[in-house]
């Protein structure tokens, strides 16, 4: 699904939002993401990722770009006339219709319990619990595949290649995301990277020493350490950040997998 195929039509204004940008900076001020800042003006899509009209079905009226995101949108709208966005499956086409219910159709773009679904089915848009919304695999080209269904919860191997348990009772949407193409995407120059809103990066071996632990030394010289590490001397590659007691461990089967080089 390539951008060729998006609509030409100006976005839904009631469906439209301005969020104020805070150059990487969380609530406190401080600047939590860095190199980021500037960028293109951009308005927010408000997606329906709980999809709460349950029971109503859909025609996609629309397939749209999100400058928010990687994924493209489709444009709903409902047998009742209110028009929704929400996360477009790959190969999804104008004047489909699709439907959010608790035994719904193995057919792409609908959204069904995770009990009712086949093993073997590719699934996007997960929630992580029932009644709270979509919260998982929601990048472009992604799905989880639904490996068993064991008692109360739904096996799923994430994009990740990490398999973790979900309870049935939570939704989910048949598929996988539109824009796959992503991921081969080159960015091609550095001003089209500043109007995504990412500043110049300088490499932390190119600073001296009181501000970065790889700085110091002549010319273009090693880091003079064992192991890399971020400007506060932490180390930087191959550390677990992952909480030890984050209340979703024990939904996990097994863990992702190192990528070979």
């Known amino acids: 699904m390539s951008k060729s195929i998006l609509t030409k039509k100006e976005p839904e204004k009631r469906l439209l939002l301005f969020l104020k940008k805070k150059g990487g900076r969380a609530s406190s001020g401080r600047i939590t993401v860095w190199h980021r800042g500037g960028g293109v003006k951009r308005l927010y899509r408000m997606v329906d990722f709980a999809q709460k009209k349950i029971g109503i079905p859909a025609k996609v009226v629309a397939l749209e770009y999100d400058p928010y995101r990687t994924a493209f949108l489709m444009l709903l709208e409902y047998d009742d006339r209110e028009k929704l966005y929400q996360i477009a499956p790959h190969d999804i086409k104008i004047g489909d219709e699709i439907i959010c219910q608790e035994m719904a159709e193995i057919k792409l773009g609908n959204r069904t319990k995770l009990k009712n679904i086949l093993i073997g089915t590719t699934v996007y848009n997960i929630e992580m619990e029932p009644g709270r919304g979509g919260k998982m695999v929601r990048g ?3 799905g989880a595949t639904v490996l068993a269904q064991e008692g109360k919860f739904t096996h799923l ?5 990490e398999i973790r348990k979900i309870s049935q009772e939570c939704f989910a949407s048949i598929g996988q995301i539109s824009h796959p193409e992503k991921r081969f995407e080159i960015i091609g120059k550095a001003g089209r990277r500043r109007l995504k809103g990412w500043r110049p990066t300088v490499r932390g071996s190119a600073m001296i ?7 110091g030394g002549e010319g273009k010289t ?7 590490k971020t400007p506060w001397g932490k180390p930087a590659r191959g550390v677990k950040t992952r909480k030890k007691k984050k209340w979703t461990n024990k939904y996990i089967i097994q863990r992702r997998q190192k990528k070979k080089k």
């Open 222 to 228: 090693p880091i003079g350490l064992k192991f890399p």
């Open 209 to 215: 020493p009181p501000d970065h632990p790889h700085g």
């Open 140 to 142: 472009a080209g992604t």
């Open 157 to 161: 191997e994430m994009p990740s290649g």
